[in-house]
C-alpha cells in the first residue's frame, strides 16, 4: 500500500432519514483513534448532506455525496445538484459512476468522466466506481470491461478514487474470491500507470460490492486493496465501526 491512507467508504443510498444521522455521531465514537490513521467518510443522500456535515465538523468523520451534475457551473438543470453545492455545504467526496447510476440512468463513461471533472473543479474529490455485470464476467470480459470504463471514466488529472464494484457482488451474498479482487485490482492499477505513470501509485482503489463485517477483514488484506465502498452496512454505527475495526490499520 506504502504511502496511501485507507478510504472506507459507506454509501447510504436511498436509505435513511434525519433521525439516523445520529448512527455518525455513534460512530465517531465508536471508531475512537482509528479515525486518524484511517479516512472515514459517509456518504448519505443528497438532502442529508449538509446536515451530516454540520454534525462531524467536530469529528474525524467526511461527508460526501453519492452522484453530482457534469455541470460545473450554475445552470438551468431542475433536479440536480451541482459539486459546488454539495462543497458549500461541506461534503469533501462524491460517488460518481456507481453502477446504479450506470444501469438505471444509462450513464456512460464519458458521462461519469465529465461528472468526475466537474467534482475536481469543486475541490471534491471524486470516486470513480467501474466494475463488471455477471454475464460480462461469465464471458470472460472482466478485463475489456473494467480497463475501458477506468480509461474511459476517470479524469484526465488530479487527485481521486476509484471503486471496484462487480455489479453481480451489489447487495447480494455473492463475492468475487480473495484472488479474483487482487486481479482486478491489479488491473486497474496497471491501467491508471498507464495514463497517469507513476501518479498511479498515488491512488486509492477501493472494493465495494456485499462488504459486510464478516468479510471485510480478509478483504482488506487482500494486495492493492486501499479501502472499501461500503453499502448497506454502512447504516448503522455497530456494523460500520465493525468493518472499520476491522482494517490492520485500525490496530
Not at 486509492?204 to 461500503?230: C, H, M, Q
Amino acid at each position: 500500500m506504502g504511502s496511501r491512507k485507507p478510504l472506507i467508504a459507506g454509501n447510504w443510498k436511498m436509505f435513511g432519514r434525519g433521525a439516523d444521522l445520529a448512527e455518525i455521531g455513534a460512530l465517531a465514537e465508536t471508531i475512537g483513534a482509528a479515525a486518524s490513521k484511517i479516512d472515514v467518510l459517509i456518504c448519505p443522500p443528497a438532502v442529508f448532506v449538509a446536515p451530516a456535515a454540520w454534525q462531524t465538523r467536530d469529528k474525524p468523520i467526511l461527508i460526501g455525496g453519492q452522484d453530482c451534475s457534469p455541470n460545473a457551473a450554475d445552470a438551468a438543470r431542475t433536479g440536480e445538484v451541482s459539486a459546488a453545492m454539495l462543497a458549500d455545504v461541506g461534503a469533501t467526496y462524491v460517488i460518481v459512476g456507481h453502477s446504479e447510476r450506470r444501469q438505471n440512468h444509462k450513464e456512460s463513461d464519458d458521462l461519469v468522466r465529465q461528472k468526475a471533472e466537474a467534482a475536481m473543479a469543486a475541490g471534491v474529490t471524486p470516486i470513480v466506481c467501474v466494475g463488471e455485470t455477471q454475464a460480462e464476467r461469465a464471458a470472460g470480459q472482466v478485463a475489456e470491461v473494467v480497463g475501458r470504463q477506468v480509461k474511459g471514466s476517470v479524469p484526465a488529472q488530479g487527485a481521486f478514487v476509484v471503486a471496484y464494484e462487480p455489479v453481480w457482488a451489489i447487495g447480494g451474498n455473492s463475492t468475487p474470491t480473495l484472488a479474483e479482487i487482487a486481479e482486478v485490482h491489479a488491473l486497474i492499477r496497471e491501467t491508471l500507470a498507464g495514463q497517469f505513470g507513476a501518479q498511479a501509485n498515488e491512488t486509492r482503489i477501493l472494493y465495494g460490492g456485499s462488504v459486510g463485517p464478516k468479510n471485510a477483514g480478509e478483504i482488506f488484506t487482500v494486495e492493492g486493496v486501499d479501502g472499501a465502498l461500503v453499502g448497506r452496512a454502512s447504516l448503522k454505527a455497530a456494523d460500520f465501526s465493525a468493518i472499520i475495526l476491522g482494517h490492520p490499520a485500525a490496530v
